[in-house]
């Protein structure tokens, strides 16, 4: 299963500027965790959900496609990284 990071330079406040994803086999999200510019956390799984985060309703994109907008910055990560920014999400206030 690959885990994505994508950096999202926009002058937007309430945009995210870092995102996480988790993407199964089939190229669904299946977790996924939103990073704000003014600290905020959101996240999102099956089953609960925090903020205006939420999964994509389409298939993931290939890294490759998502590198052609120039806003974003995509990188594979490891599974370690991605669990360990899911977890700080969960346990925020």
Same mark, same amino acid.
């Given at each position: 299963?690959?885990?994505?990071?994508?950096?999202?330079?926009?002058?937007?406040?309430? %945009?995210?500027?870092?995102?996480?994803? +988790?993407?199964?086999?089939?190229?669904? /999200?299946?977790?996924?965790?939103?990073?704000? $510019? *003014?600290?905020?956390?959101?996240?999102?799984?099956?089953?609960?959900?925090?903020?205006?985060?939420?999964?994509? %309703?389409?298939?993931?994109?290939?890294? +490759?496609?998502?590198?052609?907008?120039? /806003?974003?910055?995509?990188?594979?990560?490891? $599974? *370690?990284?991605?669990?360990?920014?899911?977890?700080?999400?969960?346990?925020?206030?």
């Amino acid at each position: 299963m690959p885990y994505y990071q994508f950096e999202w330079h926009h002058a937007y406040s309430d %945009e995210p500027i870092s995102i996480y994803s +988790e993407v199964d086999d089939d190229g669904w /999200e299946r977790r996924k965790v939103e990073l704000f $510019r *003014d600290g905020s956390v959101g996240y999102a799984d099956g089953a609960r959900q925090r903020g205006t985060t939420g999964l994509a %309703e389409v298939k993931f994109p290939s890294v +490759e496609e998502i590198a052609v907008q120039p /806003e974003f910055k995509p990188r594979l990560i490891s $599974r *370690d990284e991605f669990e360990a920014v899911w977890k700080d999400a969960l346990e925020r206030p």
